[in-house]
């Protein structure tokens, strides 16, 4: 029995700690739906303590679920869990220059110690298969999702295993 549960955004919280700690940088992490994440974020433009803390940030999708299945010390896997790395980008950027000034030096970054501690953490068991997408000017048919203007990457169908937690 896994008493107390893991919470997974519990976990992902730690790991995006790590993640900052390791590349001295604040990244923010936030979980839910995009319009609680689009809600969460205009409401830091308009705090002069959190105006600047917005990007980078890693989100985790909701909801996502987990097969419980307890086996070999593990709680239950999750196949289907989708997170994006955004950034803060701007809106007449072409495709050069979003690599440059956004994906190359803030997403790619992220995304490559996200993986690392992803893969080390102790309470999750990462199987490493993901796919993984650079979205540019994030939306559909150049339409932002956010309020900003945003690139970003989605991973998509990440396989984990959550470890049981005993007592």
Sequence with gaps: MNNPPYVVVDEFTAIVQKVAAKLNMEVGFH?????????????YSKSPGT???????????QPFTISIAEDLGNYGTIRDLRLFIIQQSEKNYKAAERMTNVFKPVLYPIYNELIAQMKVHSTIFFQSKHKMT??????????????????????????????????
């Excluded at 600047?52 to 999708?61: E, H, N, S, T």
């Excluded at 650079?134 to 970003?152: F, I």
């Design 31 to 43: 979980y839910g739906y995009v319009r609680e994440l689009n809600e969460t974020l205009v409401q």
């Design 134 to 167: 650079d979205r540019y000017y994030w939306g559909e048919a150049q339409q932002t999702v956010l309020n900003d203007v945003v690139d970003c990457m989605e991973l998509s169908q990440v396989e984990l295993k959550v470890k049981n937690k005993r007592c």
């Design 51 to 61: 105006f600047d803390k917005k990007f980078p940030l890693i989100w985790l999708v």
